[in-house]
């Protein structure tokens, strides 16, 4: 079966040029001594993994960050070779794939160690592991408090190879922040122990994205950027240390148009009445989509290169807006939910502000069943992806 000739009525496309150019920004930032980690974790952020992991290598880089034992299997067998490192959930359930598919675990505590020691011994392999460090997140990782319990046993480690020794900001948006200070002090000092005793000569990482553009001291070995490789700023303020391009835009098309007059309701609850003669476009999108019911009588889409409010409450497969101001529309029209028409732009960070979340959450709460299509270069057609959701066995350019 051949891939659809045009993307689905409801769909996103992901510009693979914008993530090379994203991650070309990181590369200035960070310099050519530090190894760069990309995080396709949630689906490449809702961008599609395997797609957006294979634009990365293509460009050189080497590793990866997933977040759980399952993303990394789900690359392996999509054909990545890249390193690739479970930074979230590893339980000792996991041993056998992690050994089968060259996954590299996050270790944030003993018994984990422990139980990959062993593993290890009994059956002969080698497992490489990234030690992770609290120094300051409250999450996972070893408290360097506790290092007088814990450094004994990084130096009686055969089987388990330490390939890595991290930890997270916190605050990395706000780089003076006594908060954001005190980690990467306490990252420094904990580091410097474990060197002193033989140990971690493996890279050294903490900067998450907002640290890789506001924070050059916490860069060390490598860096990890996530959001910033799909153009995303989870703190406007942060935008100035860098230009970056969002990759995504989700689209859809009018459903249905419907004139009603003065002072009708619309949708659940009557929460929107019209102040006058209205037309209101249904569009077939809804918070099953991932089109958020917090957006409801606070969201505009785009059509025609102008912004329409959205108007009522957003349902699960179904949303309205008021198109009373835009000329010319008809059903099929294209609506842009995020991203750019006729130079008009809807950016993740703004409907997070409608939806009082973050960018982050926006992208990645995106269906999996909303197809992606995938963009090379502006010279080629757009391209399908991740055509299991949509077309079985189709082939992918």
């Known amino acids: 079966m051949s891939p659809p000739t045009k993307p689905a009525e409801t769909c996103c496309l992901v510009d693979l040029s914008a993530l090379r150019a994203n991650l070309g920004t990181v590369r200035r930032l960070v310099g050519a001594r530090v190894e760069i980690l990309a995080v396709v974790k949630a689906d490449a952020y809702g961008h599609g993994d395997v797609e957006s992991a294979r634009a990365l290598c293509d460009e050189g880089v080497r590793r990866l960050g997933v977040a759980t034992v399952a993303e990394g299997v789900r690359l392996r067998e999509s054909g990545i070779e890249a390193a690739i490192l479970v930074l979230g959930s590893v339980y000792p359930g996991d041993t056998v794939s992690l050994v089968r598919y060259s ?6 505590n003993l018994d984990l160690l422990r139980h990959l020691e062993a593993f290890g011994a009994e059956h ?52 003076e922040s006594p908060s954001c200070r005190g980690q990467l002090r306490a990252f420094r000092q904990t580091l410097e122990r474990i060197r002193a005793a033989g140990l971690g000569l493996a890279p050294a990482h903490m900067a ?19 959001g910033m490789l799909y153009g995303i700023v989870s703190h406007p303020p942060m935008a100035e240390h860098a ?6 835009t989700w689209k859809t098309r009018v459903l249905q148009l419907k004139t009603l007059p003065k002072h009708s309701a619309v949708s659940y609850g009557g929460t929107f009445t019209t102040r006058r003669q209205s037309i209101i476009a249904t569009l077939p999108v809804g918070y099953a989509d991932g089109y958020k019911r917090s957006l409801s009588n606070k969201a505009a889409v785009l059509i025609r290169g102008q912004r329409a409010p959205v108007v009522g409450r ?3 497969d179904l949303t309205m807006a008021d198109v009373t101001d835009i000329a010319g529309v008809q059903p099929g029209d294209e609506v842009v939910l995020l991203g750019t028409q006729a130079g008009e732009t809807i950016s993740a960070e703004e409907m997070a502000g409608w939806a009082d979340t973050i960018s982050y959450e926006i992208l990645t709460s995106i269906s999996p069943h909303i197809p992606r299509y995938y963009i090379r270069n502006e010279a080629e057609p757009v391209s399908t992806g991740r055509l299991e959701t949509v077309l079985p066995n189709a082939p992918t350019k």
């Open 314 to 316: 957003v349902t699960m």
């Open 103 to 108: 996954l590299d675990p996050v270790v944030p």
């Open 124 to 175: 002969g392999v080698d497992i490489p592991c990234h030690l992770k460090l609290d120094t300051g997140m409250g999450r996972l990782g070893l408290l360097p408090d506790g290092i007088e319990e814990w450094l004994p046993e990084l130096g009686r480690l055969r089987a388990v190879k330490l390939q890595g020794i991290m930890s997270h900001f916190a605050k990395a948006e706000e780089p």
């Open 208 to 226: 998450n994205s907002a640290a890789v553009l506001g924070l050059p001291e916490a860069h060390f070995d490598m860096v990890r950027p996530g």
């Open 243 to 248: 230009r970056l391009a969002p990759a995504l």
